[in-house]
């Protein structure tokens, strides 16, 4: 938390066809209370005492309409991106990926 708003805001975005469909930040995430203290790597709950060296926010969805792609072919793009340090790296798991109409 003592790195928002100070020029590293990681961004995760998903694209179709090269336009964003979806956006979302570090920034974005701290305003919102949406991050989670946790420990270093390994996910271990801080105590009372420790200082939290990482932050996640849990299982989040987004659902994105697609009507306007019927009939038609699409790239579907997952995107990270780090800005503003090499020493902290931001890691995005995404599961149950649904395309239905």
């Known amino acids: 938390m003592e790195w928002c708003y100070l020029g590293y805001d990681d961004t995760f975005r998903v694209l179709i066809n090269g336009n964003v469909v ?4 570090v920034d974005t995430l701290c305003g919102s209370g ?3 203290p946790t ?4 996910d271990t709950p801080i105590g009372e005492n420790d ?3 990482t932050y996640k926010t849990g299982w989040r969805t ?3 309409d697609l009507t ?3 009939g038609h072919d699409v790239t579907l793009r997952f995107e990270v991106q780090d800005k503003g340090d090499t020493i902290y790296d931001t890691a995005i798991l995404i599961d149950n990926i649904v395309i239905g109409y």
């Not at 979806?22 to 930040?25: A, D, I, K, N």
């Not at 420990?39 to 390994?42: A, C, E, R, T």
């Open 22 to 25: 979806f956006q979302t930040s």
């Open 34 to 36: 949406g991050l989670i």
């Open 39 to 42: 420990g270093p790597i390994d």
């Open 51 to 53: 200082v939290a060296a």
């Open 62 to 64: 987004a659902t994105i």
């Open 68 to 70: 306007p792609y019927a």
